[in-house]
């Protein structure tokens, strides 16, 4: 394998984070399996291996259930960081069978569809208003005033996490999710360790509330569900707020971005309203909101004659998956028409995400609001990405109405 494509596929410059597809095209083509010495890892880039390794279960998002750093080759993170880790991994994500399977189900228990479904009318209510109070202002910056406060406030209302304590909420989960992108600095740790601490501090005085005076929400489901542990819902609500609003916030941003860029299509979704949730589907595909997931190797596997030995690490890259001309017809045009879209913005395999049907109901509310309250919506400067690579968002939407 040659190193031609190092200076392409650089997730950490901004040119890249921009504009990352030409470059998963040559790597899906001339090298789906490659070794990335930066991040050490494997990045696999076709939608075929990618769909395939999320479902093997010679693979996992931790190691830890089976061996130890030690036996797997790899060091342990340092002390300073135990209060992010032990955070990080009483939530269901970075566990793997038995114990994914117990907490997902225990979440499952109160994290019900019906509970989700109760929200839809809310959720909608929520939108217009922000997108009222949006519209009265003549626009502004779509992020901040629409695509932020919605999930923010939904998952908020959901855990019955107390209004006057919510502006705490989006702070400590930026802190936290600075820990998912490739090699975060100490700084960065830090702020993420601070964040845990306090975060969780804050939970455990609020499930403790409820266990003993329960509301209708979700901490007080969740308190009340036989066999979770305190810890274990701390981790629950942290990795619900986190998972539940960065990525929905992000493909509100760059799902505008590319509607705006693209005026045939948002004229199609304007003239018929039905399209809405296909195309939130495929805002979702084209401009993949989180870029890369990770796994550990747990036995030697082979992908594509590229051996990948037991305690390596691979990177899936969504974004590169999702514009794979093998799985979609014409991958870089945006088709808000498409029917046949699997894309895997969501996942799949066990980890698949939890809280897909309450991302779509606050998208189909935010874009549909929208549409019907500002159908002149204009942009009034080029945006620009942050810095973040795995989650891949917009810094700011500067819009008119
Ligand atoms: C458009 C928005 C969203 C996207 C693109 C998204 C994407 C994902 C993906 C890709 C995974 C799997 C990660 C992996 O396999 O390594 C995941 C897992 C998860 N997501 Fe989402 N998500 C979104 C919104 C939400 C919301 C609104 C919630 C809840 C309120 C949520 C809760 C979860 C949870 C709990 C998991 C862990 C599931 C498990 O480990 O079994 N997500 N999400």
Not at 6 to 19: G, Q
Not at 36 to 59: G, I, T
Request: include cysteine.
């Amino acid at each position: 394998m040659s190193d031609a494509f190092d200076p392409v596929f650089d997730p950490w410059s901004a040119e890249f984070v921009a504009a990352p597809y030409a470059a998963y095209a040559r790597l899906r083509e001339e090298s789906p399996v490659r070794w990335f010495e930066p991040s050490r890892q494997y990045l696999v880039s076709r939608h075929e291996d990618v769909n395939a390794l999320l479902r093997d279960r010679r693979l996992g998002r931790s190691y830890l259930h089976v061996s130890t750093h030690e036996e797997m080759g790899r060091t342990a993170p340092p002390d300073y960081q135990e209060p992010f880790w032990t955070l990080n991994n009483n939530g269901m994500l970075d566990r793997e069978p038995p114990d994914h399977t117990r907490l997902r189900r225990l979440v499952s228990q109160a994290f019900t569809p019906r509970r989700v479904e109760a929200l839809r009318p809310v959720v909608r209510r929520l939108a217009e208003e922000l997108v009222d109070a949006f519209v009265a202002e003549g626009g502004g910056d779509l992020i901040a005033q629409v695509a932020e406060p919605l999930p923010v406030t939904v998952i908020a209302e959901l855990l019955g996490v107390p209004e006057a304590d919510r502006h705490h909420l989006r702070p400590w989960s930026a802190a936290i999710c600075g820990m998912y992108e490739l090699n975060p600095s100490r700084e960065t740790a830090e702020a993420a360790v601070r964040a845990s601490e306090e975060f969780s501090q804050y939970l455990r005085a609020l499930a403790r509330r409820r266990k003993d005076d329960p509301r209708d929400d979700l901490v007080s489901a969740l308190a009340a569900v036989e066999g979770l542990s305190e810890d274990e819902l701390i981790g629950t609500c942290v990795l619900l707020l986190n998972a539940g609003h960065e990525a929905t916030v992000n493909v509100t941003g760059n799902g505008w971005r590319a509607l705006l860029r693209h005026p045939d299509q948002l004229r199609k979704i304007k003239d018929d309203p039905g399209l809405l949730d296909g195309a939130i589907e495929e805002l979702m595909r084209f401009d993949t909101p989180l870029q890369m997931f990770e796994r550990w190797v747990l036995e030697d596997i082979e992908v594509h004659g590229v051996p990948i030995p037991r305690g390596s690490e691979v990177a899936l890259l969504f974004g590169s998956a999702n514009h794979d001309p093998a799985a979609f017809a014409d991958p870089e045009s945006l088709d808000v028409t498409r029917r046949d879209n699997p894309h895997i913005s969501f996942g799949a395999g066990i980890h698949y995400c939890l809280g897909a049907p309450l991302a779509r109901i606050e998208l189909a509310a935010s874009f549909g609001a929208l549409l019907a309250k500002a159908p002149g919506l204009r942009l009034e400067r080029e945006p620009v990405y942050k810095p973040g690579y795995v989650i891949r968002g917009l810094e700011s939407l500067d819009v008119s109405v």
